[in-house]
Nanobody
């Protein structure tokens, strides 16, 4: 069984920084794209950053976080990070980790796993 466990959320003042981590564990054959989503109250879940786990790892960001957030990964640890800077109240949301993983139960087709979510609150 595969699990994604997030950590690093919390409350921060506007202009502050946080680092989120997401570690994948279990019976993993390979991890492909890893990504961060967020969902603010009353809004749909949105993709904010993703990174491939092949080669140097290409990245892509939503316009709302470009230049402020950085996604990175440690393939050896099956872990993805999200460094968030210049946070503002509009960044308040539950942040979710997502990873496309192959396992013995699905060795050819990656399955999309989700973390449980971690709350980020930006408030003075």
């Amino acid at each position: 069984q595969v699990q994604l466990v997030e950590s690093g959320g919390g409350q921060v003042q506007p202009g502050g920084s946080l680092r989120l981590s997401c570690a994948a564990s279990g019976n993993i054959l390979s991890t492909n794209v890893m990504a961060w989503y967020r969902q603010a109250p009353g809004k749909q879940r949105e993709l904010i950053a993703h990174i491939t786990t092949i080669g140097s790892g290409s990245t892509n960001y939503a316009d709302s976080v470009k230049g402020r957030f950085t996604i990175s990964r440690d393939n050896a640890k099956n872990t993805v990070y999200l460094d968030m800077h210049s946070l503002n109240p509009e960044d308040t949301a539950v942040y979710y980790c997502n990873a496309h993983i192959t396992s013995p139960s699905s060795p050819s087709v990656p399955y999309a796993y989700w973390g449980q979510g971690t709350q980020v609150t930006v408030s003075s």
